[in-house]
């Protein structure tokens, strides 16, 4: 089975710190996304990634920037935490070639910026 | 924006089928109909995809319509860990560009009742 692991599922910060928020995936997939999940608001992408060292805003980037140095990890970085970015963060990753690859998520890392 | 819309909430009772409608009104030909979930706590999981005929796996059956502008979710026989909340996407197949992404909604909330 296709496993995402992201490395916490609970995390606590303060304002201003640099929080990592880091993802792996087991199944050689080219493509990862990073999603936030906030009530009322669904998913959202925040940026994803189609190669190592290759990424692409998705719609909500302000704040954020990844980094993708080997295929199977790909983190975010909140560069100064604020308050608006606590939220759930889904990590997800999916193959490039063929037709209808179902992307595979991580169960998450719950963010608390206080 | 989503290009689906579905019911926000639906009640079930365990051991009867569980039927979640989709409409996918704007669908264009070479789109094809997803289906993930969302249980408590976790990330979401694929559960099927179809283009225009009905499509069946161990986890449900998909019915689309003849002129494709919507879709049913049949979890024939729901139990209690069915309880979650179900989402309906439409994209290409084709993993490429933008099309990597998945535009989400907020989903229905089934609740399976014993």
């Known amino acids: 089975d296709v496993k995402v692991t992201q490395s916490s599922r609970y995390l606590v910060k303060r304002t201003g710190e640099k929080v990592f928020l880091e993802c792996v995936q087991d199944?050689?997939?080219?493509?990862m996304f990073w999603y936030r999940q906030d009530p009322g608001l669904g998913l959202r992408l925040i940026y994803f990634?189609?190669?190592?060292?290759?990424?692409e805003k998705g719609d909500i980037p302000e704040g954020y920037s990844v980094s993708r140095e080997k295929k199977e990890r790909f983190s975010l970085i909140l560069e100064s935490a604020s308050t608006n970015q606590t939220s759930m963060y889904l990590c997800?990753?999916?193959?490039?070639?063929?037709?209808?690859?179902?992307?595979?998520f991580g169960d998450g890392t719950r963010l608390s910026i206080l | 924006d989503a290009k689906t819309t579905q019911p926000t909430s639906m009640d079930c009772a365990e051991g009867r089928a569980a039927n979640l409608p989709c409409n996918h009104s704007?669908?264009?030909?070479?789109?094809?109909v997803y289906w993930y979930r969302q249980i408590h706590s976790q990330g979401p999981q694929y559960i099927i995809h179809?283009?225009?005929?009905?499509e069946t796996n161990e986890m449900a059956s998909l019915i689309i319509t003849e002129d494709r502008k919507s879709s049913t979710l049949i979890l024939p026989h729901a139990t209690l860990r069915d309880t979650a909340v179900y989402y309906c996407?439409?994209?290409?197949?084709?993993?490429?560009?933008?099309?990597?992404?998945?535009?989400w909604g907020l989903g229905t909330s089934l609740a399976v009742n014993p």
């Open positions: 199944m050689d997939h080219e493509n």
């Open positions: 997800a990753s999916s193959f490039q070639q063929g037709l209808n690859q179902p992307q595979h």
């Open positions: 704007t669908i264009s030909g070479n789109e094809y």
């Open positions: 990634s189609y190669d190592v060292k290759m990424k």
């Open positions: 996407i439409v994209r290409w197949g084709v993993n490429a560009g933008n099309n990597r992404k998945l535009i």
């Open positions: 179809g283009l225009k005929n009905n």
